[in-house]
């Protein structure tokens, strides 16, 4: 029972992972002794986030656009040259678009289904042979998607392709983990309520008090929050967990 939350030697994919969510779960892996990968589009924060996270454990940059099919295809091949093993891919990158209805562009949808929702998948498949050759029937692989409670609720803000998204990515999560279950690899999505991170900044400046306000556990959420449950779905606590979509969020969707 000493090692039920244990990650300590395990690999790990955190796409999205140089600033917020992504940052927040990187670190809780770095610093339980996880070996972790991050990945972003833009190469100098990748790099940099790297470097800080190194100061806490081993992190590692390898700079991509999940939202590109090549590169996801060239990432995949850069992690099966480094790693024979990935226990832990973390698919996290993220985008939004907020538009009035009448205006809302297609260009808009498209960046961000394709990074939402598209990314999801095809990393994940590209991954399947290093995520079956970790996976065990004890301790199996995991993929963990980053969802979020506009998948859960109608949020108030007009992001008709983030909402969208994150809800395909709740039921996707739920598909793969009927399909990939046998296999030794769990599925599972965190649906994030408002944590400090870029796509929030300015809805957080706009509404940060009537947030807190609302929210049952009245505040936003902290890094530890994040990182704990996704260590808790990468750990031996975990492992007969799937299919799964977990709302952190202090209880807004489920609640209010």
Not at 137 to 150: E, K, L, Q, T, Y
Not at 212 to 228: N, T
Request: glycine share 10%.
């Amino acid at each position: 029972m000493k090692d039920l939350f244990s990650v300590r030697g395990k690999v790990a994919l955190v796409t999205g992972g140089s600033r917020g969510i992504g940052y927040m779960i990187a670190r809780g892996y770095v610093e339980n002794g996880v070996k972790t990968y991050i990945t972003a589009r833009k190469a100098e924060a990748c790099v940099a986030a790297a470097k800080e996270l190194s100061a806490y454990g081993e992190c590692i940059a390898i700079p991509s656009d999940v939202s590109n099919p090549e590169a996801v295809t060239a990432l995949a091949r850069e992690i099966a040259t480094r790693e024979p093993k990935l226990h832990i891919l973390v698919n996290n990158a993220g985008a939004n678009w907020a538009t009035p209805i009448d205006e809302y562009p297609e260009a808009g949808w498209d960046k961000v289904h394709d990074v939402n929702l598209k990314a999801v998948f095809f990393l994940t498949q590209a991954l399947l042979p290093q995520l079956r050759a970790a996976g065990t029937h004890p301790d199996p692989a995991r993929v963990i998607n980053i969802g979020s409670i506009d998948g859960l609720h109608v949020p108030g803000l007009e992001t008709y392709a983030y909402s969208s998204s994150k809800a395909g990515v709740h039921h996707l999560t739920r598909v793969l983990a009927r399909r990939l279950a046998g296999e030794h690899i769990t599925v599972n999505a965190i649906a994030p309520g408002p944590f400090e991170s870029k796509m929030m900044e300015q809805t957080l400046k706009a509404f940060g008090d009537y947030i807190k306000q609302s929210c049952p556990r009245g505040r936003i959420g902290e890094p530890e929050d994040m990182a704990g449950v996704a260590i808790y779905l990468a750990s031996r606590a975990g492992a007969y967990v799937t299919g799964a979509v977990i709302p952190v969020d202090g209880g807004i969707a489920t609640t209010v």
